[in-house]
Each structure stands twice: as C-alpha cells, then as structure tokens.
C-alpha cells in the first residue's frame, strides 16, 4: 500500500490526502452527532431522540442537512457582509488544518511534521478568529457580546491546554505526534511491557487539564457561555442560518473528534497496540495491517473521550463569567505548571 | 474541592438514566405508533346529544369565546294523550362548535340543563384547513359514541336526573 502510494504522481497522493482529510473529518463528525447528540442525549433524559428519519432515526443528520440547505442565506443589513460569511470557512479550515497531524497508523498520516503538537496547539486558535469575526460582523449586540465571550474564554483556556501537553511532551522527548505513539506502545511500566507505556498513566492530571481545556475550547456545557442561547441567543450564531450555520455545527462536533484524536495520540497510546505483543521494537517492524486496524483503534479511543466530552456537556449546568475565568487562572494553570515541574524532575531522576 | 464528590453525582445521575432508558425504555411515548389512553375525564372534544338539546341557548350565551352557534324553530308535536293540544317544541336545525375558538373550559357543559352536552377524550380531530375545525350538528353528534360512562356515584349519593 505504501509502495502503492510513493508510485503515484504527487496530484493523486495530494487528492487522496484531501479526500482522506474530509473523511477523518466529517465521519467522526457525523458520527458524534448522530451516537452522543441525537442518541445519548434523549437517552440520559429518559427520550429516544430522532426515530422517524430511517432505522432508529439514522438518516436524521441527512435530514437536518437537507433543511439547512434549502434555508436562505440571510445575512443581516448593516452586516459586514464579506467577513460575516467566510468567519463559518475559518473556523471549519482550522478543523482541517488540525486533522492534517493526527497519525492514523504507522504509515497513514498526512503530514508528518516534526513539530506536530506545536503546530495542532497554534492552529486549533484559529478558531478563536472565525468566531470573534463571526461575533463582530453581525451586527449584533448578542453576537458581539458572544464573540467576545468566546475570545476571553479560548483565550483563558488555551494556556492550561499547552501546558499539559508539555508535561507529554517532556516525558516522550518529542513533539511529532508518531514519535509520542511510538514512546508510548513501546514504553514500559517497571520492566512490563504488556500494555506499553500510555501517558494517561503517569500524565494524569495533563489529561484532567486538557480535557477540561478541550471542553472548554469547544464551548461545550459547561463552558458554553459564548453561545449561552438563553441570555445570548446563541452568541456569535445568533445571526447565521442556512448553510452557514450548519458549517459552525459541522466544525463544533468535527473540532470535539479531531481534539479526541489529538487527546487519544498523547495520552492513550494513538493508533498503536503495545508493541510488546507482536514483538515489534520500533516504528520500522511495524506489520502493514497496522494501517488498517490503526484508524479503527483510533477511532474507538477517540468515541470513548467524546463519550466523556458530551457525558460532562449533557450532565452540568454553564459556568459564570467570573467562575470560568477564575477556574482557568487560578485553579487549571497553576495544576498543570506544578505537573510541568513534577514531570521535569522525574524525568531526570529516572 | 468540596463540590467534587457532587460534580460525579451529576454525571451518576445522567449514567443512570441512560441506562435506564436503554434497559426499560423511555419515558415517552412515540405517538403517532404507540398512543396513550387519555384519563376517562379528559376534555377532548364536546359531543352533542341532540335529543336533549331544547335549544335553551343556555350554554352558548355562557360560552366566554362564542364559539357555539344555536339556530332553532319551533314546531307542533302531537299532543301527549289523545285528545290533548299539539305540544309546541324546539327544534334545532344548526348547532355547531368552532373548535379553532373553543378553550375547552367546559362552562357549556356544565350550564346545560338537559345534559345534551358531555365531554368526551377523544383528541385526534386536527385539521388542515382551520374552517374544518367547526364541528356541526351531525359530527358532535357522532362524538356521543365515544363519550365514557359517567363515573359510579359515591356510596349513599343522591343520583339527580336522568340520562
């Protein structure tokens, strides 16, 4: 498969990687919003959710797609109409753009890049932008006041997620993404090797850290204040309708599966299995159907941490203004600075 | 720190009503499939007995949204014995209620005095077109056969009128 793809000319290896991009991207999107929005949500409020729209309502999302579609694509008078409509495509590019890093298998990637988790923390901000434009061309004061929640909130929250992924970083020695899977299926705990080494183990409370900071980075409950719908009417989306809007929700649950990839890749071991139990020794011996099995492993992990994602957003009630502030700076940031320096010190110890 | 132990409650809480919903079911029903029976008095829908009705006028003269429309004229009966006078009675010739208007508040059953009007839980009369919602004489009438009947009396009650 890989002798397949290196004797292909570089516009077929580019367009496969655009159509495997689209793919990691709106299936695991799709997906969620079907299994954890529709269903799990009736679910834990005692409904059965969509059940009209094929088997158990599996085609809702096909239906809800259809409605957007045929909306009219309104934008509002005193819009600034050229800004008000690409904000949706930034905020949806820096969900490709953060796929682009996340390895799939030993040799199913689409860009190995050496500084692969600095480069998914700088462009998972670019959102911040898509959404503060958003807020700002509409024309809106809930718009307005919602974008600006958002930035103060992404902002906040960005920082504790960079530092708990250092405390991973740290601990593998690198900051490319396949290394980091690498580190950690071919680790050890003491001497055992049966289950390699995932850093959610020994980067506990990283993981805590940064999966509060994804949530919060998703503006899902209970950090939902900039699309607060009823104080805000939904924030910076109060005034997109159409095809717009169903861009801002295709990038939200696309943004929660690409950032349940990234968390699975640092502290649950990504695509691998333990080394160990093929006997393999390092990113070479690995057999060729690892790139298949890879993205199916992948893909559970990431569906486990949604699961949590959505289980905390279907479960709390939204933060203050001033709690979610105080939260970030007074309580995540310091935790994961002293897990910084715990982590620095014990890598050198041992 | 002291509101951790809560915050898993919460997320007990939601765990276990999935579970719920996904062992036993919901708590909804799926309507259109499955259908639950109304309560024996809910007010459904107001059917009419026509034979009762003298067209008193009584309970569209209560109605608070004058939603029920009485036309009425009067004809000779033979008399009751032989040799008697013809008996002059109402008949009614239009008795409709606009269920686009009707705010089921049930004073028109309550005011009538010959127990010509009886509430009924039949609910699945909507309909296209709102000008189909003004029920006439002959569909009230044909609610009657869905009228429950009247609950027991209480033990030692006084039993009033007849039906």
């Known amino acids: 498969m890989v002798a397949l793809l290196a004797s292909m000319p570089y516009w077929a290896q580019s367009l496969l990687r655009v159509l495997g991009g689209i793919v990691a991207v709106l299936l695991p999107a799709g997906t969620i919003v079907y299994v954890f929005l529709f269903k799990m949500m009736s679910f834990m409020q005692s409904r059965l959710g969509p059940m009209e729209a094929g088997p158990y309502g599996s085609m809702q999302l096909f239906a809800e797609v259809g409605k957007w579609l045929q909306k009219e694509d309104l934008y509002p008078e005193r819009a600034d109409k050229f800004i008000f409509k690409i904000a949706p495509l930034i905020v949806l590019t820096s969900t490709f753009l953060l796929v682009a890093v996340v390895p799939f298998g030993p040799d199913a990637w689409f860009t190995n890049f050496e500084a692969g988790v600095f480069y998914a923390l700088a462009v998972s901000s670019v959102s911040v932008l898509g959404i503060l434009v958003a807020g700002w061309a509409s024309a809106n004061k809930y718009s307005l006041l919602g974008g600006l929640r958002a930035a103060g909130q992404l902002i906040a929250y960005e920082l504790p997620m960079v530092l708990a992924v250092v405390g991973v970083v740290i601990q593998a020695g690198s900051m490319n993404l396949q290394q980091i899977v690498v580190a950690q299926n071919a680790g050890e705990i003491f001497g055992w090797n049966g289950l390699g080494n995932p850093y959610i183990l020994t980067q506990f409370v990283g993981f805590v850290v940064f999966m509060i900071a994804v949530q919060a980075e998703l503006t899902q409950t209970p950090f939902d204040m900039p699309i607060a719908e009823s104080e805000l009417v939904s924030g910076y989306m109060t005034e997109y309708s159409g095809f717009r809007f169903l861009i801002f929700f295709i990038a939200e649950f696309a943004t929660a599966g690409v950032f349940a990839l990234i968390a699975s890749v640092l502290f649950l071991g990504g695509w691998g299995v333990p080394f160990a139990w093929f006997g393999w020794e390092s990113l070479g011996d690995i057999d060729n159907w690892m790139n298949v099995v890879g993205p199916l492993i992948m893909f559970s992990k990431m569906m486990l941490l949604v699961f949590l994602i959505m289980w905390v957003r279907f479960s709390f009630p939204r933060f203050r203004e001033d709690q979610l502030q105080r939260f970030a700076w007074k309580v995540l940031i310091p935790v994961s600075l002293v897990n910084i320096m715990a982590t620095a010190v014990l890598k050198v110890a041992f | ?163």
């Not at chain 2, 079911?25 to 008095?41: F, L, M, S």
């Not at chain 2, 606009?98 to 309909?127: H, K, N, Q, R, T």
């Open chain 2, 1 to 163: 720190m002291a509101k951790v132990p809560g915050l898993f409650k919460g997320l007990g809480v939601t765990l276990n009503t999935m579970v719920e919903t996904i062992t036993k079911g919901a708590n909804t029903v799926q309507y259109p499939h499955e259908k639950e029976a109304p309560p024996i008095r809910a007010r459904g829908v107001i059917a009419l007995h026509e034979g009762n009705c003298t067209s008193c006028m009584l309970c569209a003269r209560s109605c608070p949204d004058w939603c029920i429309y009485i036309e009425g004229h009067k004809e000779l009966a033979p008399p009751r014995r032989a040799g008697g006078k013809p008996r002059q009675v109402n008949k009614l010739d239009r008795f409709d209620i606009d269920y686009a208007l009707c705010m089921y508040c049930g004073i028109c059953v309550e005011v009538c005095p010959f127990d010509a009007l009886f509430w009924s839980p039949e609910y699945e009369y909507s309909e296209p077109r709102i000008a189909d919602l003004l029920h006439d004489k002959a569909k009230l009438g044909e609610w009657m056969e869905t009228v429950p009947e009247a609950p027991e009396l209480e033990a030692g009650a006084e039993k009033k009128g007849k039906k």
